[in-house]
C-alpha cells in the first residue's frame, strides 16, 4: 500500500490546499498562494531566492522584495502548522534556495502528467482509455484560476494542450474500444477547451 501524501494541492479549476485531508483555508495574501502553487509545481527542486523574487515581484524594490518572500514563506508555514507542524517542514529553505518536499506532497497536476505519460506507453485501447479516464477526471480546468501572474501563463497554456491531446487520445481509445457514449463524453469537454 502506498502512503498517502501528506500534503495534497488541487490546482485544476480550483487552488485548494488539503493537510491530512483537511482543507487549509486560503492564504493569507494572493502571493503566498502563487508562491506555494510555483514551488508545488516544481516538488523537489531548490529554487533560487531571486528567481522567485523576480517572479513573484519584478517590480518591487530588491530589499522589499526580500521582505514580502520572506513574508509570504511565514504565512505559508504558519498555516500548514496550524493543521499539521509535520506539514509545515514541506517547505524547506535556506539562504539561497527554496524547495518544497518531493515525498510529502501530491498535486493534481503531477498525477494527470503522470498519467498522460503512462498511457502513451500503453497499446491496449481499453487500459490506454481507463488511464486516460482518470487524467481526464483529474482535469477539472484551467490551472490555477485565480492567479494571474506572468509565470502562471506558461503552464498553464501548456497544460491545456496536453489536456487537448489527452482527450483526443481519450476518445480515439474509447472509439477502437468500441464506447462510442463515452467518447462523445469526451469529445463534448474537448469541444469546450478547442477554440
Same mark, same amino acid.
Not at 516544481?42 to 524594490?61: F, T, V, Y
Given at each position: ?25 486560503? %492564504?493569507? *495574501?494572493?502571493? $503566498?498562494?502563487? !508562491?506555494?502553487?510555483? !514551488?508545488?509545481?516544481?516538488?523537489? !527542486? ?8 523576480? !517572479?513573484?515581484?519584478?517590480? *518591487?524594490? =530588491?530589499?522589499? $522584495? ?9 504565512? &505559508? ?12 517542514? $514541506? %517547505? ?12 510529502? &506532497? *501530491? ?23 481507463? &488511464? ?8 477539472? +480546468?484551467?490551472?490555477?484560476? +485565480? ?10 497554456? =501548456? ?37
Amino acid at each position: 500500500m502506498e502512503d498517502k501524501p501528506l500534503l495534497i494541492i488541487e490546482m485544476l479549476g480550483t487552488f485548494r490546499i488539503l493537510v491530512d485531508d483537511r482543507e487549509l483555508p486560503k %492564504l493569507a *495574501s494572493r502571493k $503566498a498562494a502563487s !508562491l506555494l502553487a510555483y !514551488l508545488a509545481l516544481h516538488p523537489g !527542486l531548490p529554487l533560487h531566492r531571486e528567481k522567485l523574487i523576480d !517572479l513573484l515581484w519584478p517590480e *518591487s524594490h =530588491s530589499d522589499a $522584495a526580500r521582505h514580502n518572500l520572506r513574508q509570504a514563506l511565514y504565512s &505559508i508555514r504558519r498555516e500548514l502548522n496550524a493543521v499539521n507542524p509535520v506539514a509545515a517542514t $514541506a %517547505l524547506r529553505c535556506d539562504s539561497t534556495n527554496i524547495s518544497i518536499g518531493q515525498t510529502l &506532497i *501530491s498535486t493534481d497536476v503531477l498525477q494527470m502528467e503522470a498519467l498522460i505519460y503512462r498511457a502513451a506507453q500503453i497499446e491496449d485501447a481499453a487500459e490506454k482509455a481507463r &488511464i486516460l479516464e482518470r487524467a481526464a477526471f483529474l482535469y477539472r +480546468g484551467d490551472l490555477l484560476p +485565480g492567479i494571474y501572474d506572468d509565470w502562471a501563463t506558461g503552464p498553464r497554456q =501548456s497544460l491545456e494542450r496536453k489536456a487537448v491531446q489527452m482527450y483526443r487520445d481519450l476518445i480515439t481509445a474509447l472509439m477502437a474500444g468500441d464506447r462510442p457514449n463515452r467518447a462523445i463524453e469526451h469529445a463534448e469537454r474537448l469541444s469546450a477547451l478547442e477554440p
